[in-house]
């Protein structure tokens, strides 16, 4: 039981470089979250689904799509990297209800646009 | 939106000393949970506790949601308990709110 695993863990673009960031998770939940933290800073949600097939913006989604494509993983696009997109980018998880449920966070991947 | 503030913001602790962190918030939560963020940047789930009292070894942690706030209890601190400390809410309809953080220093 790996819980919610995220890939890369490091990766370094060019300021209009495209990526997508990878997540899965396997236990089950319903519901799954992109968020950034900046440096010195708490999380912030980017973009989030609540069930499969779902997906709704968070807090600051500008410059990021998403696709759930399944119930186990949900992927996090940047079209065209920009320098203010250097951050790490937490995934996280939760079953059953979205807002009652504990959420469970992946590991982590550390971004650095140049 | 709700604000959510924590405090003190940082702290300083010689080995084997108690603490407490505190998370303030301005309305009503469907959830609450505490992290510990290491030096290496995981984030590692402490608590999940939108009322009451729970414990957890050296841990402890205590919501009163009717006045909005959470308290964290270190007690006999390591330096391995060095790192971040949030507090994490959800209020309302997906709203997830992420505290502003006590960044706690445990000397040997």
């Known amino acids: 039981n790996a819980g919610v695993t995220q890939t890369p863990k490091f990766q370094v673009l060019k300021t209009g470089q495209s990526m997508t960031l990878q997540c899965a998770q396997d236990?089950?939940?319903?519901?799954m979250y992109w968020y950034r933290q900046d440096p010195g800073m708490g999380l912030r949600l980017i973009y989030y689904?609540?069930?499969?097939?779902?997906?709704d913006k968070g807090e600051v989604p500008n410059g990021y799509n998403v696709s759930r494509l399944n119930k186990r993983e949900f992927s996090l696009r940047l079209e065209s990297a920009a320098p203010s997109q250097t951050s790490v980018y937490f995934c996280?998880?939760?079953?059953?209800?979205?807002?009652?449920?504990?959420?469970?966070f992946g590991p982590g991947t550390r971004l650095t646009v140049l | 939106g709700i604000q959510v503030e924590q405090s003190p913001p940082d702290l300083i602790l010689q080995e084997g000393a108690n603490s407490t962190l505190r998370c303030n918030f301005s309305?009503?939560?469907?959830?609450l949970q505490w992290f510990h963020q290491n030096p290496w940047g995981q984030l590692i789930n402490l608590f999940y506790?939108?009322?009451g009292t729970k414990q957890n070894g050296r841990l402890s942690a205590t919501t009163v949601a009717t006045e909005r706030y959470s308290l964290l209890y270190i007690s006999s601190s390591q330096t391995t308990d060095s790192g971040v400390y949030f507090c994490?809410?959800?209020?309302?309809?997906?709203?997830?709110?992420f505290g502003t953080g006590t960044r706690l220093k445990v000397l040997a």
């Open positions: 996280a998880s939760s079953a059953l209800r979205e807002y009652l449920n504990e959420q469970f």
């Open positions: 994490f809410l959800t209020s309302g309809t997906y709203k997830y709110i």
């Open positions: 236990m089950n939940h319903n519901s």
């Open positions: 309305d009503s939560v469907n959830n």
């Open positions: 506790i939108p009322s």
């Open positions: 689904s609540a069930s499969e097939g779902t997906t």
